[in-house]
């Protein structure tokens, strides 16, 4: 399904709100949650494939890492999530344009936390 499809679907039903034609919405409903139920499949689909986890050793500390993929106002984006269970620390790094960067962000800032709080030197 297109974005042109969904961007026509919507600006019609837009046009059928503003206009109070509120008999053709029933017919219109339909297609705003097919095309709405096909969007979120998508998404998710994305956000699935996207996304990487792993862990990494240092100075004898298994931290983890999580990366996700998504939508937020109209890019798509990275997250990234590190921790580690035995200091119970965990951070969360935003708005990266690769999984790379959100990879590399979030341990790095998981690895000042844990120096700061004294886990690693």
Same mark, same amino acid.
């Given at each position: 399904? *297109?974005?042109? /499809?969904?961007?026509?679907?919507?600006? $019609?039903?837009?046009?059928? =709100?503003?206009?109070?034609? *509120?008999? %053709? =919405?029933?017919?219109?409903?339909?297609?705003?949650?097919?095309?709405?139920?096909?969007?979120?499949?998508?998404? !998710? +689909?994305?956000?699935?494939a996207?996304? %990487?986890?792993g862990?990494?050793? =240092? !100075?004898?500390?298994?931290?983890? @890492?999580?990366?996700?993929?998504? /939508? @937020?106002?109209?890019?798509?984006? @990275?997250?990234?999530? +590190?921790?580690?269970? !035995? +200091? !119970?620390? *965990?951070?969360? $790094?935003?708005?990266?344009? $690769? $999984? %790379?960067? #959100?990879?590399?962000? #979030?341990?790095?800032?998981?690895? +000042?936390?844990?120096?700061?709080?004294? /886990?690693?030197?």
């Open positions: 399904m *297109s974005l042109s /499809f969904t961007l026509a679907v919507l600006s $019609s039903l837009l046009c059928l =709100l503003n206009s109070g034609r *509120s008999e %053709d =919405l029933g017919k219109l409903g339909d297609k705003v949650r097919k095309t709405l139920h096909t969007l979120e499949q998508v998404k !998710q +689909a994305i956000y699935t996207t996304g %990487d986890s862990s990494v050793v =240092l !100075q004898g500390r298994r931290l983890h @890492y999580e990366v996700k993929g998504g /939508f @937020y106002k109209w890019e798509y984006q @990275y997250t990234g999530k +590190a921790w580690d269970e !035995q +200091a !119970q620390i *965990s951070v969360k $790094s935003k708005g990266w344009e $690769s $999984s %790379d960067g #959100a990879r590399e962000h #979030a341990l790095e800032d998981l690895v +000042a936390e844990l120096r700061k709080k004294g /886990f690693l030197k």
